[in-house]
């Protein structure tokens, strides 16, 4: 099993609307985000075929992979791209005994978000107050849920985009 967990926000600027982006950020998030999903990707599943036993292949999306996140377009383009992709390499393996899922996290305890509420208080107390558990997520329940895609018990969950955000995107 593998499990392809990588996200950044635009360098240097955590939240930037479209009109006041760069390209060059923009194309990094791409890169980082989506690309380094699709290459690892593309060598797990090389190792897998070549096994001959199958496997599992966990890719990190995001609740922003599901909906829109305003100020961050291209880590939600990425993200939703992540999605695609997943759903696309989960169709053309899954004969060979290869499944392929994304996780959907939301707002969780991570260095990402710790870094963001260090630098924008007021407003990630109100997007924690938006979670309707009232709390960020925690590593062990992400993981769960990776360990859940990986295992047997998973074994007929195909190309599905699993979220984890304490009911965000259930509203």
Same mark, same amino acid.
């Given at each position: 099993?593998?499990?392809?967990?990588v !996200?950044i926000?635009?360098?240097?600027?955590s939240?930037?609307?479209?009109?006041?982006?760069?390209?060059a950020?923009?194309d990094? $998030?791409?890169?980082?985000?989506?690309r380094?999903?699709?290459?690892?990707? +593309?060598?797990?599943?090389?190792?897998?075929l070549?096994?001959e036993t199958g496997?599992?292949?966990v890719?990190?999306?995001?609740?922003?992979?599901? $909906? !829109? &996140?305003a100020?961050l377009?291209a880590?939600?383009?990425s993200k939703? !791209?992540v999605?695609g992709? &997943? +759903?696309? $390499?989960?169709?053309?393996?899954a004969? +060979?005994?290869?499944r $392929?899922n994304a996780?959907?996290?939301g707002?969780?305890?991570t260095p990402?978000?710790a870094?963001a509420?260090?630098?924008?208080p007021?407003?990630?107390?109100?997007l924690?107050?938006d979670i309707?558990?009232k709390?960020l997520?925690?590593?062990e329940?992400i993981a769960s849920?990776?360990?859940?895609l990986?295992?047997? !018990?998973?074994?007929?969950t195909?190309?599905q985009?699993? &979220?984890?955000?304490g009911?965000?995107?259930?509203?």
């Amino acid at each position: 099993c593998a499990y392809n967990n990588v !996200g950044i926000h635009a360098p240097g600027n955590s939240a930037a609307y479209i009109h006041e982006m760069e390209a060059a950020a923009f194309d990094k $998030v791409i890169a980082v985000n989506l690309r380094g999903v699709w290459n690892c990707t +593309k060598h797990e599943v090389r190792q897998m075929l070549r096994q001959e036993t199958g496997g599992a292949i966990v890719n990190c999306s995001s609740q922003s992979g599901v $909906v !829109g &996140t305003a100020g961050l377009c291209a880590y939600t383009a990425s993200k939703h !791209g992540v999605i695609g992709l &997943t +759903k696309c $390499v989960a169709l053309e393996y899954a004969a +060979k005994g290869i499944r $392929v899922n994304a996780i959907c996290p939301g707002t969780s305890d991570t260095p990402m978000v710790a870094k963001a509420i260090e630098n924008a208080p007021e407003h990630m107390a109100r997007l924690i107050d938006d979670i309707p558990v009232k709390r960020l997520g925690r590593p062990e329940e992400i993981a769960s849920a990776v360990l859940w895609l990986c295992s047997p !018990g998973a074994g007929f969950t195909i190309g599905q985009a699993l &979220t984890i955000d304490g009911g965000f995107t259930v509203k």
